[in-house]
């Protein structure tokens, strides 16, 4: 089973960039998946999840009204588009998946991991 993260790169703020998140191995209809992010000297801090069955979504308040979670179930791949994003957003970028329909907003909570994906948000 796997995770694999891309789409970073550099943006300036006010633009957008689309993050992809391929997952391989298994199905993931009972899952919670979801995207951290990673600043230097900071804790990895919850973004954005998706329940993938229902298709049902939650978002930290700092990125709510700018990104969108989203998933494909047909190309098992997991989406988070970064609308309008600013200097403060700029992290590495983690997909996450753990079991389950539940919203789970702790990194311990998750036991597979995409690596990460580096995002510099230009002022």
């Known amino acids: 089973v796997q995770l694999q993260a891309s789409g970073g790169g550099l943006v300036q703020a006010g633009g957008s960039l689309r993050l992809s998140c391929a997952a391989s191995?298994?199905?993931?209809?009972?899952?919670?998946m979801a995207w951290f992010r990673q600043a230097p000297g900071k804790e990895r801090e919850f973004v954005a999840g998706?329940?993938?069955?229902?298709?049902?979504?939650y978002y930290a308040d700092s990125v709510k009204g700018r990104f969108t979670i989203s998933r494909d179930g047909t190309k098992n791949t997991l989406y988070l588009q970064m609308n309008s994003p600013k200097p403060e957003d700029t992290a590495n970028y983690y997909c996450g998946a753990r079991p389950g329909p539940f919203v789970r907003t702790a990194q311990w909570e998750y036991a597979l991991w995409g690596q990460g994906t580096q995002v510099t948000v230009s002022s």
């Open positions: 191995g298994r199905t993931f209809s009972n899952y919670f």
């Open positions: 998706i329940i993938w069955s229902g298709g049902t979504t």
